[in-house]
């Protein structure tokens, strides 16, 4: 997904991923499904970490994250999910920066 | 007033005593229903003789697994909030309605008009596809139905 | 599944944001006439949320959807979806509004899922696929998607018209502890509230859709379980002949209006 | 040994969105819970909680609370002693009172956060945003909740 922006510049980015964020306990009865929910959300930009969530089950199913960047020079924006299973969700887009 | 003048006497006959039966291994006994008789648009006498509790009636009443009123009907309770509008305002029930009238309302609406929404909350019989841990049994006991009565009672 | 590199994922872009409306042109049976889109019943907040593709939580299985037709099939399958079905895009398109139908080998009521099934046991060598699964979901949602702006085109003529008088007849019975039959809150009380919730004209456009009280997308007929839940009926089973007659019956008093799905919902 | 990697939807956008319109706010939230006091105690260790710099908005009538939109704002000058390092979300009301922790690198200009959260009912929410210094900047928001999360669903 190629994007582009002047340097300096601050672009919001939004992520989505399909999670069901399995919270672990509910108000309505003792059949509860151990938790299962992303527990990391993190975000580097040139190398560097810019973001870090750590998530409770709070955060709703399906995380949604959207946050400022700002544009320095092109490279990669990497996205890492991790959730309680160790799974581990990696996207890498382009970012060209002019 | 469809129901006017009417008598009609409704207990647990033979097929709810038989469902009760087949379910009892299963799951818990449900209570027979108590005869009540309709006259005109009321039950004149409480169910079962039971006395009716204001303030156990007001948490059956908002109880969303037992009377949820509120899912159809505004009540005069601050901060109970978007109350849903497909049943009347209850502001001032118990100043329209006597508790006999109400009784019957509760226990069964479609006596009095047939094609209405609100379910009949003391009735077993002449049901469609009811789920099997409700089967056989009322929504609220005759306690429960004199609790709400009295309840409504003091809306005035 | 260790080592295997996601690639960049494409976000399936869907041809026009036709939100709640129907289709202008020929005639148009009464009862679509006065059927509310389901849009209507929306917030404004959550309506602009389905229309962004990124905040559309339902397009994710979409998302999912487009990769599982186009993928090869796992091991013991025969061949993948787009091996029959080259440029989905424009083969499938419009595939979705015409369903349920009547097989014509089998005499019986099929909706999209029971046509994906179908090709998956008939084409594919492979199990059929749960209700509620992601898989089926995605499948569903995906293909849907591909008709999103065609108006629902169910036929109930000749070997549908039983289905479409069952479907009927379950509409209009009362059932359950509660006693409540679907057209007494779907036809006669739409527009008014149950709790914050706003009756609507029961429109079917938006499935599979995304509740945000399942927090996951869903089929129309586990909407249609969630109804009969709340009044303590009898539940028929997903993909049952019941979910059948009334999903053709739905979308029939609906013909004319556009498919929107994945929607949001409540 | 690689991490476990799989096929998993993602939807990833780089534009500005339609903002979520706020209207007025409604007070009918519950005192805070003690979940919430504790947490909140062992957050700011008897700091301050100072106002301004951070601004949380919630939608103030949530109609599920599965899913509430929740935005965050923070003024952050670039190479300041006092950037922001991390926000805390915090509810008053849920079983667990943290819902996240944004952790902000520096140097990274006017921070915004927007995210969907669950709430058990209607409720405040804080947003806390602690700078390099130690500064503790807070913002509370009400949201009414039409509809629980944590139900049953059918």
């Known amino acids: ?98 | 007033m469809g129901a006017r003048g009417m008598i009609a006497v409704r207990a647990a006959g033979l097929g709810s005593a038989l469902v009760l039966a087949a379910f009892a291994v299963t799951s818990a006994a449900a209570t027979p229903l108590e005869s009540f008789a309709v006259a005109g648009d009321a039950i004149g006498t409480p169910l079962g003789g039971a006395t009716g509790d204001v303030s156990r009636g007001r948490d059956i009443a908002l109880d969303r697994g037992k009377g949820n009123c509120l899912i159809c009907h505004r009540v005069p309770i601050e901060g109970e909030l978007f109350p849903g509008d497909v049943g009347p305002d209850l502001s001032g029930i118990g100043a329209r309605l006597t508790a006999g009238q109400i009784r019957l309302r509760l226990v069964d609406q479609s006596v009095v008009t047939p094609l209405t929404l609100m379910p009949s909350y003391y009735r077993v019989d002449g049901l469609r596809r009811v789920g099997d841990q409700f089967r056989g049994k009322p929504v609220l006991t005759a306690q429960e139905i004199e609790d709400v009565v009295a309840w409504l009672q003091t809306l005035r | 599944m260790g080592g295997l590199k996601v690639l960049c994922i494409a976000i399936v872009l869907i041809n026009g944001q036709t939100i709640g409306t129907v289709a202008a042109d020929g005639p148009f049976p009464d009862e679509a006439r006065r059927m509310r889109s389901a849009n209507e019943f929306l917030s404004p907040a959550l309506r602009a949320e389905q229309a962004d593709p990124i905040r559309n939580r339902g397009m994710l299985w979409v998302e999912q959807g487009e990769r599982l037709f186009a993928q090869p099939p796992p091991p013991g399958g025969a061949q993948s979806c787009a091996s029959c079905h080259a440029s989905p895009e424009t083969s499938m398109r419009g595939v979705a509004a015409r369903l349920p139908a009547v097989d014509a080998e089998s005499g019986q009521l099929v909706n999209l899922e029971g046509r994906i099934n179908d090709c998956r046991i008939l084409r594919q060598s492979l199990p059929p696929l749960d209700y509620e699964t992601d898989e089926l979901l995605a499948l569903t949602a995906y293909l849907t998607a591909l008709s999103i702006g065609e108006p629902l085109t169910v036929s109930i003529d000749g070997p549908a018209s039983a289905f479409y008088a069952y479907g009927q007849q379950l509409w209009s019975e009362r059932q359950g502890q509660l006693n409540v039959a679907c057209t007494q809150c779907h036809d006669q009380s739409v527009g008014r509230k149950l709790r914050g919730d706003t009756i609507s004209s029961a429109v079917p456009t938006g499935y599979p859709a995304y509740r945000l009280e399942w927090q996951t997308l869903g089929s129309l007929h586990r909407r249609l379980r969630s109804c009969q839940l709340g009044v303590r009926a009898q539940l028929f089973e997903l993909g049952s002949r019941e979910y059948l007659a009334l999903e053709l019956y739905l979308k029939s008093r609906a013909r004319r209006h556009l498919i929107d799905a994945p929607a949001l919902r409540r | 040994m690689p991490p476990m990697m799989r096929r998993r939807s993602v939807l990833l956008g780089i534009a500005a969105s339609p903002a979520i319109p706020y209207s007025s706010r409604a007070q009918t939230s519950a005192p805070p819970s003690t979940v919430f006091t504790v947490a909140l105690a062992e957050l700011t260790k008897g700091r301050e909680l100072k106002s301004g710099r951070i601004r949380l908005e919630t939608s103030p009538l949530a109609e599920s609370g599965s899913s509430v939109e929740c935005k965050i704002t923070v003024e952050n000058a670039l190479a300041t002693p006092d950037q922001v390092r991390t926000i805390h979300l915090l509810s008053e009301q849920n079983p667990i009172a943290t819902i996240a922790r944004f952790h902000i690198a520096p140097d990274t200009g006017d921070v915004l956060i927007e995210t969907s959260i669950r709430l058990r009912t209607t409720q405040h929410v804080h947003a806390i945003a602690q700078m390099a210094d130690g500064a503790l900047y807070a913002d509370k928001s009400e949201s009414v909740v039409l509809l629980a999360a944590c139900l049953d669903a059918g």
């Open chain 1, 1 to 98: 997904m190629p994007a582009t922006a002047q340097a300096g510049e601050t672009i919001k980015i939004r992520s989505a991923i399909q999670h069901p964020m399995i919270t672990g306990h509910t108000d309505a009865g003792p059949n509860v499904a151990p938790r299962k929910i992303i527990h990391t959300f993190a975000v580097a930009y040139l190398g560097a970490e810019v973001l870090r969530v750590d998530v409770a089950p709070g955060i709703a199913a399906n995380p949604f994250f959207a946050f400022n960047l700002r544009a320095r020079s092109s490279g990669d924006v990497v996205f890492t999910w991790i959730d309680d299973t160790g799974e581990v969700i990696v996207e890498t887009r382009q970012l060209t920066v002019t």
